[in-house]
Each structure stands twice: as structure tokens, then as C-alpha cells.
């Protein structure tokens, strides 16, 4: 039976569990702490991936990382793995709606759809579900608060006068077939 193990990371805007596999492979990046039982102890290939992970959070946060390199495995429905797929191809700074991921996907009618699989998305900040914003630049919704949102845009280089008004720039559409 695979066995998972947690480490909780420092960052700028709180800490944030990571969940590793025993291959060292992240399952998990968010800033509420799950209710699951993880193991305490961690084998060496997972440390070496808690420790990568750490520097590149670090970089990120200090604004110097644009891509990050630790692998990840997700695990969801395939409609939420479209949705992954497509937010995982949102350009570091760039922000998109929830209804232009919708019509990359093919129905601009799954705008609810693809934010509920937005919300579900278990890796925060590899997966940049904070890049998606609703209709007309509005900030709505994220897992670990809009506060923090705001915070990832800003250091992605948002418009911090739109925010003023509960309202970010202008999404771009970005292909995710």
C-alpha cells in the first residue's frame, strides 16, 4: 500500500501542506490542512522532492520562478482533468474567465462546470487555478481565500486598481485542446 506524507511549508501568505507519494511525487499543494492521516516519517526520494519543493516555493514567492519542475500527479474526473490540463497552460501572469476556459473546452456553457472543477483542483500554485477570474474581471472565489488570490495576482504582476473594485484586468483565452 503506497504511503503518503505531508510536510507543511512556510510561505509568504501562510503554510501549505504538501502531500508526497512514495515515489516523491506531489498529490497535493493547498493552503487548508486536510483531515487525512499522513505519515510523520518520509523516505529519502520524498524529502528530496519536499526540499525542491521548498526552494521553488521560495523562488516563486520572491518572484524569480515563472514554471515550476517538481513532478505531479492529479487525480480526478476526466472532465476535472481537462480543466487541470487547460489552468496548468495559464501563463504565469496572464489571467483568464472561467467561461473562456469553458470555451477552449468546447461549450462556453460549462462556465459553472469548469468552476467546480477549478475549486477542486488538489494542487494550488503548480495548478494556477488562482489565474481564473468570473465575467467581466470579477474576483470569485478560491480554496484558500480571496485574500490570498489577490496576493498571487499581484505578485504575478496584476492590476492592483482593478482589485479596488472587485474587478482584475481583462482574461485572455488561452487554447487548451
Known amino acids: 500500500m503506497p ?17 508526497f507519494n512514495d515515489e516523491g511525487i506531489l498529490t497535493r499543494l493547498g493552503f487548508e490542512r486536510s483531515s487525512e492521516s499522513y505519515l510523520d516519517t518520509m523516505n529519502s526520494v520524498q524529502a528530496g522532492s519536499v526540499e525542491l519543493l521548498r526552494l521553488e516555493l521560495g523562488s516563486y514567492f520572491s518572484g524569480a520562478l515563472k514554471t515550476f ?28 474567465t472561467y467561461g473562456q476556459v469553458a470555451k477552449s473546452l468546447g461549450d462556453v456553457k460549462l462556465s459553472r462546470a469548469v468552476g467546480m472543477a477549478n475549486g477542486a483542483n488538489p494542487i494550488s500554485i503548480i495548478i494556477p487555478c488562482h489565474r481564473v477570474i468570473g465575467a467581466g474581471g470579477k474576483l470569485i472565489g478560491y480554496g484558500g481565500g480571496l485574500w490570498r488570490k489577490v496576493a498571487l495576482l499581484e505578485l504575478e504582476g496584476g492590476n492592483a486598481q482593478g482589485l479596488q473594485h472587485g474587478t482584475l484586468g481583462s482574461g485572455k483565452i488561452v487554447k487548451c485542446t
Request: net charge positive; glycine share 6%; charged share 10%.
Open 3 to 19: 504511503s503518503l506524507c505531508r510536510a507543511m511549508l512556510p510561505t509568504p501568505l501562510g503554510e501549505m501542506e504538501a502531500v
Open 69 to 96: 519542475s517538481v513532478p505531479i500527479a492529479l487525480c480526478g474526473t476526466p472532465f476535472q482533468m481537462r480543466v487541470w490540463s487547460c489552468l496548468a497552460k495559464i501563463p504565469y501572469g496572464v489571467t483568464t
